[in-house]
T-cell receptor, first 112, second 114 residues
Framework: DVKVTQSSRYLVKRTGEKVFLECVQD?????MFWYRQDPGLGLRLIYF???????EKGDIPEGYSVSREKKERFSLILESASTNQTSMYLC???????????FGEGSRLTVL | QQQVKQSPQSLIVQKGGISIINCAYE??????FPWYQQFPGKGPALLIA?????SEKKEGRFTISFNKSAKQFSLHIMDSQPGDSATYFC?????????????FGKGTHLIIQP
C-alpha cells in the first residue's frame, strides 16, 4: 500500500513564525501535491511537483513556498504565518496522470 | 469560476436509507470523475470513479450515475450505514492532463443516523 506520511499532525504557531510541513511517501511516485482543506471550500491546490527540484504553483500559492530536494519528500513552507493560514493541510501523491491521489492524514495548523 | 458544483453541503440519512450526492461540471473536456471519501482525522481516499463512456458504475453499495448531456454525475449509497458517515468529494479531470488538473467539489458532510 502507498504510504504518505505527514510528520506533524497538529501544530500551533504564532503570527509571523516560519512553518515547515513535511511530507514523505514510500512508493517512489514522481508527482506530489499540497492541498489546503477548509470547511465549505473543499480542497484547494497550493503547489505541486512532478520531479525533484521542480515545483509549480497551484490555485492558491500566495503566502506559501515548497521544496523538493529528494523524490520522496515534499515540504510546504509558510515564510511568515498568518491567522488566515489556519487550516488543514493535506499532502498527496500519484504515480501517473490518472486522477487517483493518495493522501496523507493531514496536518492541522493553527496560527494564533 | 467553480468548475465542479457539489450538493448538498451536508446530508443526514437514516440507517438503511439511500444517500444521494450530486455534482455538476462545466468543462466538457473532463473525462474522468472520481469520488473521494474522507473519515474524520484521515485524508481522503479514492472510493469509486467513472468515465463518461458508461452511464453507471456500481461497486457494492456505492453507485455512480453519469449524465453526459446534462453534465451531471451523482453518488448513491444504498442501505446507508453509520460507518458511511464521512465527507464525500466529487472531482473531475482530464485523464493524461496531469493530476494537478483534478478539480474537486466542495464536499458533502454525510451523517447516517442509527
Amino acid at each position: 500500500d502507498v504510504k504518505v506520511t505527514q510528520s506533524s499532525r497538529y501544530l500551533v504557531k504564532r503570527t509571523g513564525e516560519k512553518v515547515f510541513l513535511e511530507c514523505v511517501q514510500d512508493m517512489d511516485h514522481e508527482n506530489m501535491f499540497w492541498y489546503r482543506q477548509d470547511p465549505g471550500l473543499g480542497l484547494r491546490l497550493i503547489y505541486f511537483s512532478y520531479d525533484v527540484k521542480m515545483k509549480e504553483k497551484g490555485d492558491i500559492p500566495e503566502g506559501y513556498s515548497v521544496s523538493r530536494e529528494k523524490k520522496e519528500r515534499f515540504s510546504l513552507i509558510l515564510e511568515s504565518a498568518s491567522t488566515n493560514q489556519t487550516s488543514m493541510y493535506l499532502c498527496a501523491t500519484t504515480e501517473s496522470n490518472t486522477g487517483e491521489l493518495f493522501f496523507g492524514e493531514g496536518s492541522r495548523l493553527t496560527v494564533l | 469560476q467553480q468548475q465542479v458544483k457539489q450538493s448538498p453541503q451536508s446530508l443526514i440519512v437514516q440507517k438503511g436509507g439511500i444517500s444521494i450526492i450530486n455534482c455538476a461540471y462545466e468543462n466538457t473536456a473532463f473525462d474522468y470523475f472520481p469520488w473521494y471519501q474522507q473519515f474524520p482525522g484521515k485524508g481522503p481516499a479514492l472510493l469509486i470513479a467513472i468515465r463518461p463512456d458508461v452511464s453507471e458504475k456500481k461497486e457494492g453499495r456505492f453507485t455512480i450515475s453519469f449524465n453526459k448531456s446534462a453534465k451531471q454525475f451523482s453518488l448513491h449509497i444504498m442501505d446507508s450505514q453509520p460507518g458511511d458517515s464521512a465527507t464525500y468529494f466529487c472531482a473531475a479531470t482530464v485523464r493524461g492532463g496531469g493530476a494537478d488538473g483534478l478539480t474537486f467539489g466542495k464536499g458533502t458532510h454525510l451523517i447516517i443516523q442509527p
